[in-house]
Every structure is written in structure tokens, then in C-alpha cells.
């Protein structure tokens, strides 16, 4: 599969099983430098459980038999991105390297034969990055007490957050994400863009719940602040996709099935938001939508100027086979325009 | 909802609602039309009046819908001759290129294009100057008569001077009005709704290069 141009706004559609998310995905765990996101991103598909039985083989194959192609793990995926800012390329190659013997010939300085040595070895993954200006380096997840660790030796990540479809923000990283905007004093800007949307909320807070840093609001009619998670979860999802768009200045902010929790009058509004803000901050957008209301919100929400920076890529299982059907932005709102279905 | 019927292999294009219905109809009526997929210009937006002028964009648009890429493999563009056969026919090449399709050089000319659907266009009356209605106004005389009478109304009025496919339209549409007791306000685009007996026949022989050039589909098709 590959995607080529893409724009700073890419709104990304497809059936269901087209291939959507593992874009999505794919994008995620190449932008970081270790595998652990691939753990992150089974939770959110609803996978349960951080500690594994059974062989080394079993818990390889299940953990990670799907980002090999038909869960054949000799089939090495591949994953390349090239940006266009000082020509930036990222690879990740993963391989599997199954239990066997290795032949060993030693070196011979006379001509004569020697005996051949073998090495035992354990099946083991291999994620090999290569990242400009950072080199190649491999990690290797480890098997420790019935869990997986990864050990990540670069920092050479790209800024980027991804948003599940199936999943409430994080409270704990919103958190996090608002105290270091407050830190900069960027904090008030956040808040403004947010109650201008939901003017009930009259401001928001860092507090402690529990013990725990979350982000607390002001309520219209309670006399308390009370956790914002508390008040609606779109309201939730919307300061969350806020916060990581603030915090990956010059990075990327993926959105999986962005409609999910907003109310349908409200889309076009949280689409202009969301792509002033992305502007504002340098941040590039995947965003999925199922949802034709949210490409008409969409389509509303854009202006003229901006119809070059947009694109629409649209996943296709053909032949069992999924392809990506690149529309730009002119093309894209001209079909929206007529009505004629692009999802 | 966004318009996603695009499942025949020849979609058949033309100018406004009217035209729609009438091939329509004509399909029922002469058996034919089964790979054909019939749409006119905007017609999936309220308010949006069709046309030809219309055409280059709608074609963009519908050519990224997934059905269309998949399943359309001919499109045929129907368009008015109007009063200049040679300049509406040009202007219908004009959308054509607007749209980054295969421009055919001749009318009912299929034409071909790597990675692009193949192109024919139907100019009707075909070879006569006119429109829809001109070539639909025989078959309407032929049923409801009073030709006579219609020639010397259209003189009394304003559109005696008017170019004749104009005045074909101010024709058919009296009689049409006229036969509608229920409803006198019927027009000519919404008639082909109506019950058998006050639609214009479409087994008339007016239609019979039309019906020539639609059965050759199949053939087109690789048939």
C-alpha cells in the first residue's frame, strides 16, 4: 500500500475491514521508536491482558501475528514514511526469526576443513529501524515474568497521538498535556477555544481527584468544579484532541472515527476548531470518519483557501488486496458538492 | 444521502430531469436499457438546475465515487442540439476535457482512453437542429393531433418568433396541459410519471435512431 502527498488535513474513509485503521495504526508505529505502541493500540482494539502463557512461539504469534501479512510470519511487513521537512525518512522493518540451529564455519587460515559449530537460537522479533539522522537500531521485545518489555535505545520519535475510535482519552495524560500548556502559559488559549464551544464550562482546571491529576470545570448552575470526564464525554474527547494537537507542535495528531461522541450539529464547528488549531500548531491530521454528516460538517467547515491542503484517502479491499484511493482536496469538495457518495 | 448508484456498466448522462425520465421510459417501453444506468446533471442537489453547461464538474464528481471506478465502463452523454448542431456538440467536447475524459470527434463515436472510461456522446434530435421535445413532439401529435391548431397558437403569440425548438417546447407543453384534466399544471419533464394514456407514445418511429444507437450497448460493452 501507498499513500503519496499527503496534505495537512487528510480525512480518511473506507469500509469496514478495509483497512482504515491499520493505516492509521501503521502511521502510529513507525512515528515512535519502539514497539510498545503496538501494545497500546491492542487495547484499544479491545484486546485485554498484559501478561502471556505459554510458549515463546504461541505468545509471538498471538501478540503479533497480525501485523504480518495474513498472519504469515515469514512475510516481513515493511513500513516507510518520507516527509518533506529536511527530507525526513523513517523505516521499520519487522522480522521474525524462528527457533533452529544456526551453522557456524569457523575461519580456516591453513585451507583445511574444519568442523562446522551450530547455534542454538530462540525465536525471537525483530524490529529494525532505520531513521535519518539517527542511524539503524533494532529492538528486540524480551520475555520477562509473563510480560513483554521493550527496550527502546533512540529517542528519535516523531510527535504524535493517536485517538482510538473505542476508547475515552486518557485522563491522566490530558492532564499531563494541559500542565505543561499552563507551564507555558498557552494554557489560556486551550481554555478559550474550548468554552467558546461549550460556553457552560466557564473555565477549566488542574485538580486532584483521588490523588490524581485530571482536568476539572466550571460549571454553569453547580457550585463545584467537577471533572470535565464527568460533564459529557464529547466535551471530553474534544479537550483531549485539543490538548494532543497543542502538544505535538510540528508533529502529527491521528483521530480514528472522529464523529464518535459528537452531536451532529455540532461537527462543523469542532472541524473548524480542529484544523484552526492544527494550523496554529504545525500538526498534521489523519482522521477516519464512517460518517457522512461529518464529511458534509467537513466540507462546510473548509475554506477555499484551504481546499489544497486537504486530501481524502480513501482504503479499498481489492483482491484481497487493500489499496488507497488518493482524492485532493478540489476533487473531493467538488464531489461533495454534487452529492455523490466518496466514503 | 450522497448519491452512490453506480452499479451498471454504462451510465448514461444527460442535461436535466426531464431528459432523465424520458430514457427512462423509453427503455420500458422498447425493451432495452438493461446495462444502462440513466443520471442527469445535478440532479442530486436541491435546487441545482442541470444543464449542459454543468456537465465537466458532475463528471469530476460522480468519477470519484468507488461504484463508479468499479463497476462503469462506458458513458454516453446525451446533450440538446439546440440552434447550432456544430457549436452544441462543441461545447459538450469543452466538458468533456473539463472532466479529463476521452473527447470523441464525432457524435455516437466511442472513444477510449487508458485508465479512463470510454466516451460516446448522443446529440438529439440526432443530425437536427432542436431538442428533446422537438424530437418528442411528432409522437405527441401523432396521439393527441391538433397540429394545425398548435402552429397557428404559437404564431399569435410571443415565441412565434422564437427559434423552433423553443417553440416545440411551448407546443408539447400545451398539449400535455390540455390532456391533464386532474392536473393541467403537469409539465413535460413530469407527464413521464403519468399513466400510459397521457404519456407521449415512445414506440413512435421519431425515436427509432435514438433506440439505434442505445442497443448498440450490449456491442459496446464487448458484448
Known sequence: MKVRDCRTVNLVVGDNGSGKTALLEALFLVAGVSPELISKTRVWRGYEGSRFAGTRDDIIQSVFGDLFYNFDLKLKPKINLRGDQKGETRRLEIAYVPTGTKRIRPPSRDGKIRQVAAENIVDRLRFDYNISNHGDFTVVPEFNEEQIVFNSPSDAVVSASFHASMRNPSTGEMASRFSKLSVNFEARRFIETFCSHFPQVRDISLELWGGNPMLYAEVDGIKDRIPLSNISGGMNKFASILLSIAHQRNGVVIIDEIENGFYYERMKDIWKTIINFSNEYNVQLFVSTHSSECISAFRSAIYDSQVKDIKLLRTVMKNNETIVRAIEGGSFINSIDHNIEIR | ?223
Not at chain 2, 453506480?6 to 426531464?18: D, M, R
Open chain 2, 1 to 223: 444521502m450522497p448519491d452512490d448508484n453506480f452499479e451498471k456498466e454504462c451510465l448514461l448522462i444527460c442535461e436535466g430531469v426531464g431528459d432523465k425520465r424520458f430514457f427512462q421510459k423509453l427503455f420500458l417501453s422498447r425493451g432495452i436499457g438493461g446495462d444502462i444506468e440513466v443520471k442527469s446533471v445535478n440532479e442530486n442537489i436541491d435546487g441545482q438546475s442541470g444543464g449542459r453547461g454543468n456537465m465537466g464538474n458532475y463528471l469530476k464528481a460522480v468519477q470519484e465515487n468507488e461504484n463508479f471506478i468499479e463497476n462503469v465502463k462506458i458513458i454516453i452523454i446525451v446533450s440538446d442540439n439546440d440552434e447550432d448542431v456544430n457549436a452544441s456538440f462543441l461545447e459538450v467536447q469543452k466538458q468533456l476535457r473539463i472532466a479529463d475524459l476521452p473527447v470523441p470527434e464525432n457524435v455516437q463515436e466511442l472513444v477510449h482512453r487508458r485508465n479512463k472510461k470510454s466516451v460516446a456522446v448522443l446529440m438529439v434530435p440526432p443530425g437536427q437542429i432542436g431538442n428533446l421535445e422537438s424530437m418528442c413532439l411528432p409522437a405527441a401529435i401523432s396521439k393527441w393531433g391538433l397540429q394545425e391548431e398548435l402552429d397557428e397558437w404559437v404564431a399569435a403569440t410571443p415565441a412565434s418568433t422564437w427559434p423552433l425548438g423553443k417553440q416545440a417546447k411551448v407546443k408539447i407543453q400545451a398539449l400535455i396541459s390540455a390532456h391533464h384534466k386532474r392536473l393541467p399544471e403537469t409539465g413535460f419533464a413530469a407527464h413521464w410519471r403519468s399513466d400510459e394514456q397521457l404519456c407521449t407514445p415512445l414506440n413512435h418511429a421519431t425515436f427509432n435512431d435514438v433506440v439505434s444507437f442505445l442497443e448498440r450497448v450490449p456491442e459496446m460493452l464487448g458484448r
